[in-house]
């Protein structure tokens, strides 16, 4: 080490006390200590720092000789390079920082992010399934576990949680949604947000979050992945940014803007989200870093002329860290020295990179989170598997359930489980699933076996063919539709069997990113096989494995039976089984709308009224009203939707005013036979307004546990912010009038009163 550089070593580890995180941010520390550096850098160093590669080699052997990788590796050791994405376990993730912090003049390290979207090894149930727990303590659990294991494996930084508003069906991501609901994506956003990053990130145990896609993303034309967005302000303003919101409220260290533009300007280059609305606006310390490669997009999107015109759109509008597309490194020294990007500008991009830097306590200790020994310990606990089942169990959602068929006795005599998706090891992983490893979830009939008696008999068969793969591959499964090679034995098996226990659903890579369907339904010949099973055998259970709403009406109407799992995690066999078998009496409610046809999407529950809103249904013989001719508008399955095994009624609805806001409060019973947990819901509508509103918006829930015949008031306090909504220039507006409430268990609740504000 050259001299110059141990002694600027010393100077910052000398700096650096105290440790704790907050402390420091409140007394000005971190910020001087910023100051400090960005004094001694260049600005070759700054512009460094907004540099993000992937790690396209294993840190832990030889750099390969191919000149790309030589070339990153050479601008890491000389300080260009701020930090990197995919880079993996202690050990490399130690080598990738040495390379950085002992070769470049001020050894600044990097930060490693990572996409860990549901858990790191240990899988959590996928983001949807979490949202579905309505539960802001199963979902802060389930980040916790996965920030835990992560920063156990030497990662600083999580691309995570994916909080855009998604209301259509057809868009793969959807799956890493918390759903349709701004108000359930916030209340979601908060908790995921708290989870990873904890009270302070300098613990070596969370690590920083990054809100995305800013914005809009989940609003794609048609829900096909990257396409244009075009929407209103409002909607802007009143659906997309209230989770966004959320996390910066939460104190979310990083944003990551978006792949689509929105309005005609892509996310990247636009101030109007990163700099008016994110920075001013809300006040957002932490960076906002780009998608992948998406600041060189720009040119493709028709708003950039070429690189240097591109990075110049980027840095302007406020995207402060470039992800993959080696644009900055390229074009800003050039055009910082041509006066045409001020230095200012570039110093406020470093001093927020810098700033999470200091407070994940990287300047103490470059290597903090890279421990093999942590990482042998924490990654795959026994204790993150027991988490990972908790919050799984409250993640699932029973659909249906006639004549209480389910749960199923532990010791009856024989049952049939069917369908490929029943045995997968893999599938329940679902997809984006960092570390996990192939094939180590606990199986739907691995599940079951684990639960019932020794006198009950499990046989399984396999039904249908889904074939799974990382890559376009829909198309082939409707090949599979004719294939009904395993049919016979199934139908055999339902027939001798006293309960079959079918699983439907998605291969796990058929939802994702770039991965949207036109078509919604089940593929292969899934549908036909419950068809021929319900005739020999009335006692069906589907179980559902799915990212996203499918298009099954028939399914959910023909079936006794129906309970939704999404893609559960690395527990996923057995939380199934705690359901199944009564040990866990489901909570779950709908983030999402099931539609009856994929003509309906996007469809979501908080829709306008319409001048013309269809009066009698759509069979009503009317034909001049906004409605569809062949199917209802409405969902087959609400938003909100989900029951228990025992029954909850409403009553005694209360709205009275209070200071400037109102208190909704209702009778909440236990009317069944079992002690049950119920998320009751709060619904608004304003009647009349400037901007129109929609027919009913969710403004709050509250889970409840009863015992058999127990009574509780749910109580709902909104203040004026509550009542208010945002105008077309982002303005909290309250506008005085009528609002209706409603009181119940889904969006379609029926329990209302109205009062005059
Ligand atoms: C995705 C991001 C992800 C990034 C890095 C992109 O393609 O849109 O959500 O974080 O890749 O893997």
């Known amino acids: 080490m050259r001299l110059l550089q141990v002694i600027l070593l010393i100077f910052f580890v000398t700096m650096c006390t105290p440790r704790d995180g907050n402390v420091q941010k409140e007394q000005g520390v971190i910020p001087?200590?910023?100051?400090?550096?960005?004094?001694?850098?260049?600005?070759?160093?700054?512009?460094?720092?907004?540099?993000?590669?992937?790690?396209?080699?294993?840190?832990?052997?030889?750099?390969?000789?191919?000149?790309?990788?030589?070339?990153?590796?050479?601008?890491?050791?000389?300080?260009?390079?701020?930090?990197?994405?995919?880079?993996?376990?202690?050990?490399?993730?130690?080598?990738?920082?040495?390379?950085?912090?002992?070769?470049?003049?001020?050894?600044?390290?990097?930060?490693?992010?990572?996409?860990v979207i549901h858990g790191y090894q240990t899988m959590l149930p996928v983001p949807i399934?979490?949202?579905?727990?309505?539960?802001?303590?199963?979902?802060?659990?389930?980040?916790?576990?996965?920030?835990?294991?992560?920063?156990?494996?030497?990662?600083?930084?999580t691309f995570a949680p994916m909080i855009d508003v998604s209301r259509d069906a057809r868009w793969g991501r959807i799956m890493e949604s918390a759903g349709e609901d701004p108000y359930l994506s916030s209340v979601m956003a908060k908790a995921w947000v708290e989870g990873y990053q904890g009270d302070e990130l300098s613990d070596l145990f969370t690590i920083a979050a990054c809100a995305k896609h800013f914005a809009a993303y989940g609003l794609a034309k048609g829900g096909r992945d990257y396409n244009t967005v075009d929407i209103s302000p409002a909607t802007l303003y009143n659906v997309v940014l209230p989770p966004f919101?959320?996390?910066?409220?939460?104190?979310?260290?990083?944003?990551?803007?978006?792949?689509?533009?929105?309005?005609?300007?892509?996310?990247?280059?636009?101030?109007?989200?990163q700099r008016e609305i994110l920075k001013e606006g809300w006040g957002f310390k932490g960076f906002v870093v780009s998608d992948w490669g998406s600041i060189g997009e720009m040119i493709t999107h028709g708003f950039a002329y070429d690189s240097t015109d591109a990075a110049l759109k980027a840095i302007v509008a406020g995207s402060d860290m470039d992800m993959e597309s080696r644009i900055y490194e390229k074009a800003l020294e050039d055009l910082v020295n041509q006066r045409i990007v001020s230095g200012a500008l570039i110093d406020d991009a470093v001093k927020r990179i810098l700033t999470i830097k200091y407070e994940l306590g990287l300047f103490d200790d470059p290597y903090r989170y890279s421990s093999e020994e942590r990482e042998k310990t924490e990654v795959g606990s026994k204790e993150n598997?027991?988490?990972?089942?908790?919050?799984?169990?409250?993640?699932?959602?029973?659909?249906?359930?006639?004549?209480?068929?389910?749960?199923?006795?532990?010791?009856?005599?024989?049952?049939?489980?069917?369908?490929?998706?029943?045995?997968?090891?893999?599938v329940p992983l679902g997809n984006w699933r960092a570390q996990a490893v192939a094939n180590s979830a606990i199986s739907l009939l691995e599940g079951i076996q684990n639960a019932v008696s020794a006198s009950t008999t499990v046989r399984f068969a396999q039904g249908y063919t889904l074939v799974s793969g990382q890559r376009d591959f829909v198309h082939k499964l409707n090949v599979l539709k004719g294939d009904r090679s395993g049919f016979k034995k199934a139908i055999n098996l339902a027939r001798q069997s006293d309960v079959v226990v079918l699983a439907l659903g998605e291969d796990c890579y058929q939802t994702g990113e770039g991965?949207?369907?036109?078509?919604?339904?089940?593929?292969?010949?899934?549908?036909?096989?419950?068809?021929?099973?319900?005739k020999v055998n009335k006692k069906v259970v589907v179980v559902l494995m799915n990212g996203r709403?499918?298009?099954?009406?028939?399914?959910?109407?023909?079936?006794?039976?129906?309970?939704?799992?999404?893609?559960?995690?690395?527990?996923?066999?057995?939380?199934?089984?705690?359901?199944?078998?009564?040990?866990?009496?489901?909570?779950?409610?709908?983030?999402?709308?099931?539609p009856y046809h994929v003509g309906q999407e996007p469809l979501h529950y908080d829709r306008k009224n319409t001048g013309r809103p269809v009066p009698n249904g759509f069979d009503s013989g009317l034909v001049f009203w906004s409605h569809y001719t062949d199917i209802p508008n409405e969902a087959v399955l609400p938003f909100g939707h989900g029951l228990s095994y025992t029954s909850f009624e409403y009553s005694d609805l209360k709205i009275s005013k209070k200071g400037d806001g109102v208190e909704v409060s209702a009778l909440l019973t236990n009317t069944g036979n079992r002690k049950g947990t119920e998320v009751a819901q709060l619904y608004m509508r304003?009647?009349?307004?400037?901007?129109?509103?929609?027919?009913?918006?969710?403004?709050?829930?509250?889970?409840?546990?009863?015992?058999?015949?127990q009574s509780e008031n749910v109580n709902f306090v909104l203040t004026k912010e509550d009542l208010s909504f945002y105008s077309t220039k982002g303005d909290l507006t309250f506008e005085p009038g009528a609002f209706q409430f409603w009181v119940g268990g889904s969006s379609?609740?029926?329990?209302?009163?109205?009062?005059?504000l």
Do not use: C
């Open 32 to 115: 001087a200590k910023v100051d400090s550096l960005l004094a001694l850098m260049t600005l070759e160093e700054k512009i460094g720092q907004l540099n993000m590669y992937n790690g396209t080699w294993e840190f832990t052997g030889p750099v390969p000789q191919d000149g790309n990788s030589q070339e990153k590796a050479k601008n890491i050791a000389s300080g260009r390079v701020g930090g990197m994405l995919n880079v993996l376990t202690a050990k490399g993730t130690r080598e990738a920082q040495k390379l950085a912090v002992e070769n470049s003049r001020l050894g600044i390290p990097l930060i490693f992010g990572y996409d």
């Open 129 to 157: 399934a979490q949202a579905a727990s309505w539960d802001y303590e199963a979902a802060r659990l389930g980040s916790e576990i996965a920030a835990r294991e992560a920063a156990a494996s030497g990662i600083h930084w």
């Open 245 to 273: 919101k959320a996390a910066s409220d939460a104190g979310v260290a990083t944003l990551m803007n978006s792949f689509n533009e929105l309005n005609g300007v892509p996310a990247n280059g636009s101030a109007l989200l």
């Open 385 to 426: 598997l027991e988490g990972v089942r908790e919050v799984a169990r409250r993640s699932l959602v029973l659909l249906k359930n006639e004549n209480d068929l389910l749960p199923l006795e532990k010791n009856v005599s024989s049952i049939a489980v069917i369908g490929q998706l029943a045995s997968s090891k893999d």
């Open 515 to 534: 991965r949207s369907q036109a078509d919604i339904s089940l593929k292969s010949n899934q549908e036909e096989l419950l068809t021929e099973l319900l």
């Open 549 to 594: 709403p499918l298009a099954i009406p028939e399914v959910i109407q023909n079936t006794p039976s129906v309970l939704e799992t999404w893609f559960a995690g690395s527990e996923a066999g057995n939380a199934i089984a705690d359901v199944l078998f009564g040990d866990y009496n489901p909570s779950g409610k709908l983030p999402v709308s099931f």
């Open 686 to 709: 304003d009647m009349v307004a400037s901007l129109t509103r929609p027919i009913r918006q969710l403004k709050g829930f509250q889970k409840v546990s009863l015992d058999v015949g």
């Open 748 to 756: 379609v609740a029926s329990l209302t009163g109205k009062v005059d």
